[in-house]
C-alpha cells in the first residue's frame, strides 16, 4: 500500500468553517512525538527513506509505533511506501534501535485535529516551531496512485486551498533547514 498524501501551509480558522460546511466527521485530537531515526548502514536523507518512532496520545490512551517510509514514487505528490505496526514499549524499542546502530536524529511535536471528508482525511496540524498544516491523505494500491492524488486535490479546492501550494518536504525535513 501507499500514502497518497497532499501537504500545505494554512491557518485553521478557515479551514474548520469549510470542513463544517462540507459536513465533514470529526475523528477526534491527537498529540504525537515522533523520533527520528539516522540509519548505520545508509544516509535516509540521501535515500529519502525515514524511519520514525511514534508515541501518540489520545483521551488519555498513549500508543507507540515504528515506521519505516520508503522514498517518494511521484513528484505530482508526497506518495511513498509506508510500512507500519504497533510497539508495546516505546523506550524498549528506541534502546532496540540505538543497540542495532540506529541514532536519534530529531523529534517532532505536532497536535492533530482529524476529520474524514469523501473517503479522505483530512489532519489539521499544528507543528511546535513550523505552525499550522494541513495534510489530506488516502492510501492507495501501486495502480490507483493517480486518482487518489486527483482526489486529494479536489479535497484541497472544496477546503479552499491550493493545491499547487503542496509542500513535498516533510515535517522533520522542513525543521532541519
Same mark, same amino acid.
Given at each position: 500500500?501507499?500514502?497518497?498524501?497532499?501537504?500545505?501551509?494554512?491557518?485553521?480558522?478557515?479551514?474548520?468553517?469549510? #470542513?463544517?460546511?462540507?459536513?465533514?466527521?470529526?475523528?477526534?485530537?491527537?498529540?504525537?512525538?515522533?523520533?527520528?531515526?539516522?540509519?548505520?548502514?545508509?544516509?535516509?536523507?540521501?535515500?529519502? *527513506?525515514?524511519?520514525?518512532?511514534?508515541? *501518540?496520545?489520545?483521551?488519555?490512551?498513549?500508543? $507507540?509505533? !515504528?515506521?519505516?517510509?520508503?522514498? #517518494?514514487?511521484?513528484?505530482?505528490?508526497?506518495?511513498?511506501? *509506508?510500512?507500519? $505496526?504497533? !510497539?508495546?514499549?516505546?523506550?524498549?524499542?528506541?534502546?532496540?534501535?540505538?543497540?542495532?546502530?540506529?541514532?536519534?536524529?530529531?523529534?517532532?511535536?505536532?497536535?492533530?485535529?482529524?476529520?474524514?471528508?469523501?473517503?479522505? $482525511? !483530512?489532519?489539521?496540524?499544528? !507543528?511546535?516551531?513550523?505552525? *499550522?498544516?494541513?495534510?489530506?491523505?488516502?492510501?492507495?494500491?501501486?495502480?490507483?496512485?493517480?486518482?487518489?492524488?486527483?482526489?486529494?486535490?479536489?479535497? @484541497?479546492?472544496?477546503?479552499?486551498?491550493?493545491?499547487?501550494?503542496?509542500?513535498?518536504?516533510?515535517?522533520?525535513?522542513?525543521? @532541519?533547514?
Amino acid at each position: 500500500m501507499y500514502e497518497v498524501e497532499m501537504k500545505v501551509r494554512a491557518t485553521h480558522e478557515a479551514v474548520r468553517e469549510r #470542513l463544517s460546511a462540507l459536513d465533514a466527521t470529526h475523528v477526534g485530537t491527537v498529540t504525537q512525538i515522533d523520533t527520528y531515526y539516522d540509519a548505520p548502514h545508509r544516509d535516509f536523507g540521501e535515500t529519502d *527513506e525515514a524511519l520514525r518512532l511514534r508515541r *501518540e496520545e489520545r483521551d488519555g490512551d498513549a500508543a $507507540t509505533r !515504528v515506521t519505516y517510509k520508503g522514498p #517518494l514514487v511521484e513528484a505530482a505528490s508526497k506518495t511513498r511506501r *509506508e510500512l507500519e $505496526t504497533g !510497539v508495546d514499549d516505546g523506550d524498549e524499542m528506541n534502546d532496540i534501535l540505538g543497540a542495532l546502530g540506529f541514532d536519534s536524529a530529531a523529534i517532532v511535536e505536532k497536535e492533530r485535529d482529524r476529520y474524514r471528508l469523501d473517503g479522505y $482525511t !483530512v489532519t489539521l496540524d499544528t !507543528v511546535a516551531d513550523l505552525g *499550522e498544516f494541513v495534510e489530506i491523505e488516502r492510501e492507495a494500491p501501486e495502480g490507483d496512485i493517480e486518482p487518489v492524488r486527483e482526489g486529494a486535490a479536489a479535497r @484541497l479546492r472544496e477546503l479552499g486551498l491550493d493545491p499547487d501550494d503542496q509542500i513535498r518536504t516533510s515535517y522533520l525535513g522542513l525543521l @532541519l533547514e
